[in-house]
Every structure is written in C-alpha cells, then in structure tokens.
C-alpha cells in the first residue's frame, strides 16, 4: 500500500490530466468500465447536501494539487485534507476548505503518548495552531504514537499531559486537535490509539471541546468492527471522518465489505455537521473517476 507520508510530498508536481470528467449518479464499475472523460460532471448543487465531502490528495499520485483542486470543485468537493501552510495558498485559490490541518505531527509513531517527544510537539503545535486560526480553519490532526511496551493508563496519562499543555491555546484560536484513530492490525503495528473506546476515554479525561477523535472508517473496521454502533456512541467525540475499502484501502463500491450509503447515513442521523473525507487509493487506472463515483456513494 502506498504510504501517505511518501505520497504528500509528491502531489503538487504530479502530471496526470483530467480531461472533461463526468459521472451518471453511480454508475463506474471498479474495473474502469467508464472513465472520467466518459462521464457527465456533478453539479456542486446536484448533491443532497447532507455529507460535507473531502478528498485525501495523497491517494492521487501523479495528479498535481491544482488538477485534484480543479476536479474536486466540478463534482462537489468542498474540503483537501492532510495539508499544510505551503498548500492552503492553492486550496485558496480554488475556494476550497482545508478541513482536517497537517504539518505539527513529527510523525505517525513518536506522540503525545511519550513525555520525550512532548517538548518537540508543544512547540511545533504552539506555533501551528495560530497559523491554522489565521488561515481560517479549524481541524488540526495528531497522534498518539506507537506503545514500546507502555500500557495503555500510561498512555492516557502523558497524552493528558501533553495535550492539556495545549488546549488553552487552541481553544483562544477557536482550533480543535484531531487524534486519529488507525489499526495497528495492518497498516501501524502498535499504534496506540487504534481502538474508539481508548480515543474516547482520552476525550473524556481532556474535557475539551478543543480536542477531538478523527474516525477512519477503513481503520476501524480492521481494528473494531462494528462501525455503525460504535459512531452512534462515540459521536460526540468525533469532528472528522475518513474512508476506504475493507481490505486493501482501494475503492469503496461492491468490490469490499463495508455497505457505505448506511455508514454515511448513520453519520448523518447523528447530526454530524463536519467533513468526510476520501481516504482510500484507487485500483481503477482513471482514480477520478472512482473518486466521483465514492462520492455518489456517500452522498446520501
């Protein structure tokens, strides 16, 4: 699977072209049967409005950030997620939302869970957080880092600590920090906070609006299952989404296990107001087209 730090440095200079691109509500088989030159582009206004949608550029290697940016306005995305200051300037250009904020995190491994790295992490997210208030947006992501042996109460603890050190300042700039929850199943051996319930309890113990779970659908169901009744409990603690077919992290249509039309209308029936994003990397040769077509899924 492609890695999604290796993948972010490469999309601003990516050359794939989009050509005219369209879709018949629903209607691409993941085998490439039409393409996105084939199909008839979504009008923003066409979609139901009950799912606010963004897209994870680095899943579309070898399509540049404005090419994404200019497909992405033609079918109703509103939102990139996992960018930093050098690329909002383009999503501004477009007059689209960075919904879910990158650029503080060291990496996926070394967090909040290891008083170590505490002092590399308050400093580069106290300088963050300003930067994302001033840019106008809201969600920054974070991690808890990998265990090394630690259990999970001391996990909690030096999370609570470095994060507290940091929530007052998010809180004055209106900014809310992002764990996100990944299996540690497949894809991040001992990530810690690979289970709903662990990403909870840290909410709980933080007692912060400012602090927040982001819920990768694809993760969780390797990790968990049973995502409908984990969203309907845990909701309150989630200020972001993200997607991708069970196994591989490839398209989200009949080719995988998970049925997302429900998915997304549990998401909505909890009255959840922000994004979800499209965070699986395509099979299909022509990737935009199955990006449209995740979107007719979802928009439900």
């Known amino acids: 699977m492609q890695n999604r730090r290796t993948a972010l440095k490469n999309i601003v200079t990516g050359t794939a072209a989009i050509g005219a691109a369209s879709i ?19 009008d923003a206004t066409a979609l139901k409005g009950n799912i606010r949608h963004s897209v994870c550029a680095w899943c579309y290697s070898g399509i540049s950030l404005d090419e994404l940016c200019q497909f992405a306005k033609k079918i109703g995305i509103t939102g990139i997620d996992l960018m930093g200051p050098k690329q909002w300037p383009t999503l501004k250009k477009y007059g689209l939302d960075s919904p879910m904020c990158n650029g503080a995190e ?10 170590k790295y505490h002092e590399q992490l308050i400093k580069n997210y106290t300088e963050m957080i300003p930067k994302v208030a001033a840019a106008g947006y809201k969600n920054l992501i974070c991690f808890s880092g990998s265990k090394r042996g630690m259990d999970d109460e001391t996990g909690w603890q030096n999370c609570v600590d470095g994060l507290s ?18 299996n540690s199943k497949v894809n991040h051996k001992d990530y810690q906070c690979d289970r709903t319930s662990w990403g909870a309890e840290l909410c709980k113990r933080l007692g912060s609006e400012h602090f927040k779970l982001l819920y990768d659908i694809y993760h969780m169901q390797i990790d968990e299952g049973d995502v409908i009744h984990t969203i309907n409990t845990h909701h309150q603690f989630i200020a972001h989404y993200h997607t991708g077919g069970v196994p591989g992290r490839n398209e989200i249509d009949d080719t995988q296990e998970l049925y997302y039309p429900a998915i997304m209308r ?26 449209q077509k995740a979107i007719q899924i979802c928009d439900i």
């Open 165 to 182: 050190k940091l929530l007052p300042l998010a809180e004055k700039h209106g900014v809310v920090l992002v764990m996100e929850l990944l």
């Open 266 to 291: 549990a998401i909505a029936a909890t009255g959840f107001k922000g994004y979800v994003a499209q965070e699986f990397v395509p099979k299909n040769p022509d990737k935009l087209a199955s990006l």
């Open 24 to 42: 018949l509500p629903g209607l691409v088989s993941s085998a490439g049967a039409a393409t996105s030159k084939q199909m008839k582009t979504n």
């Open 106 to 115: 060291i990496n996926l491994t070394d967090g909040f869970n290891d008083k």
